[in-house]
């Protein structure tokens, strides 16, 4: 089995990953994520395409219990009165 992701590599991910590099995130095999998501019960939402499965990046997140800086909104901006 591959090596497990690290948060920096999930936060670096793509809009949409396939079913393995999900599943290392989960430290799930190959073969049983495959299972898992023929199934339905992968843990997070799984998207068919075709013959191929994709997973969502915010979904993986969210399942994880991970932030996304990128869907965080930023804070309103300060703003200075120059007319003091």
Known sequence: MAKALTTAELLALPVTVDLVTAARAFGIGRTKAHE??????????VLRVGHTYRVGRAALLRCLDIDDPALTPAPPAQTTDLAS
Do not use: V
């Open 36 to 45: 898992l998501a023929r199934s339905g019960q992968f843990p997070c939402p």
